[in-house]
């Protein structure tokens, strides 16, 4: 089984009761619950971690690169001010997919921007938490087309 990351930054342990009209009602462990699941099925082992520190969010990814992990992102908060999270997952060495719960080009201005999005292979947003069953989708799609290749 392969090894996947699932990241997530500032507050999303809040999930269920931090604006649920925004982000729903599944609590954080659920979601977590949710992610692993969705690896079993496609045969990813999938380890799910969140901070509110962006250093150790960096360490993360480092880990991931120097390892050669895949990873899905969600960076929250990160997402439209960490250069230093950018620079982090420049370094990538595997695929990344940038996921959001809502979609931030549908809410206020200063989420429109994402400074991580250049340097990930992709970003799913605006489907709750089906975003992260399509990234982890999308992740096992391009691990299997590199395997055939």
């Not at 990538?92 to 719960?101: G, M, S």
């Not at 989420?111 to 982890?136: D, E, N, P, Q």
């Amino acid at each position: 089984m392969t090894r996947v990351l699932v990241l997530n930054g500032p507050n999303l342990r809040r999930l269920g009761t931090r604006e649920p009209d925004v982000y729903g009602t599944t609590g954080f462990d659920d979601l977590a619950a949710l992610c692993r699941d969705t690896g079993r099925r496609l045969d990813l082992n999938v380890e799910v971690r969140q901070t509110d520190d962006e250093a150790e969010l960096v360490r993360w990814v480092h880990e991931a690169a120097d390892e050669r992990v895949p990873m899905v992102l969600n960076p929250a908060a990160f997402t439209h001010y960490s250069y230093s999270l950018r620079d982090a997952l420049a370094q990538r060495t595997a695929p990344l997919v940038e996921v959001h719960i809502s979609n931030p080009a549908a809410r206020e201005e200063f989420r429109h921007t994402s400074v991580v999005a250049g340097v990930a292979t992709g970003t799913i947003a605006g489907f709750g938490s089906m975003s992260y069953v399509l990234a982890l989708q999308a992740i096992a799609g391009m691990l299997a087309e590199e395997e055939r290749a």
